[in-house]
Structure formats: C-alpha cells, structure tokens
C-alpha cells in the first residue's frame, strides 16, 4: 500500500492532471464545458488549494487534508455520477443543461433567455476516449481518490484506536 506520505503527493497530483486536461481540452482543443463538467472541477481545486496550505505551513499532521479529500471526493462523485445519468438519459439535467426556454412575456425578455443560457446540453459527449466520456473518466478518476483516502483515514483511526 503507497505510504500516507505520497498519498499526500499523489492526490494531490491526480488532482492537478485532472485540472490541467480539461483546460487543455478546453482552451487547446475549444472543447466548451457544460454547467456540470464544470462543477465536477471544483473537488480538484479545493484537493489542490489544501495541498497548497498544507505545503505552505508545512503540516504533517495531514488528517484535516484526508478528510477535505474525502469531502471533495463525495461531492465530486455526486456530480460525476449525475452528469453521466445525464448523458445515459437515464437522469434528468438541471436548467443549465438544457436549451429549454421558459414562456416570454416580451420579444426582449426571449431575447435575454437565448442569450443567455448555455449552448452545451449535458446530453451531449463532446469528448471520449474508449467509448468512455470526460464524465465517465472522471467518475473514475474521484471514485478511485475517494477509495484510496478512505482507507488512509480509516488506517489512521484505527492504529490510534488501537495505540489508546
């Protein structure tokens, strides 16, 4: 099992890889996001705004950074597994992901509604690899992170258990 030391390194790397691909993806190869892939980006900047801290102030005692982890994890899981229910049809998406209008009372205000909602349906898989989507990486990706953590802090609770 990898030492809680590069544990520490390596989610926090994972999270930068992650990070930095789909802004590849997106200012590289004009893949535009849609509401959900960017939400499912937010775990990877809390992991990588701890590490900064951590590192910074240069604490060992990391058990605040696994518990951040596995807090960004389950949020990151939620929406990774929603926005692939999404793209299977399987789940409804939120307002954001769709290019539904609601009813205008004026010319103007369905004016405002085109401009300003979103031209990337959730739907759609803009980008896979495999047969498998960004949203499906990423579940992957989070889920693999929120397992690995998971066993880190329970290891470290239950050898201070043990040692009271």
Known sequence: MISKNYWFWIVSILSLIAISSAIVAEVVFKLEPCSMCLKQRYPYYFIIFLFIIFSILKLKQRFWFYLGVEIASIYGLFYSIWHV????KLLPGPESCSMELKKAESISSLKDQILSKTVINCE????SLFGLSAATINTFLIFLIFIINSIYILKSY????TNS
């Open 85 to 88: 229910g999404i793209e299977k």
């Open 158 to 161: 239950a050898s201070k258990k």
């Open 124 to 127: 759609e898989v803009i980008w």
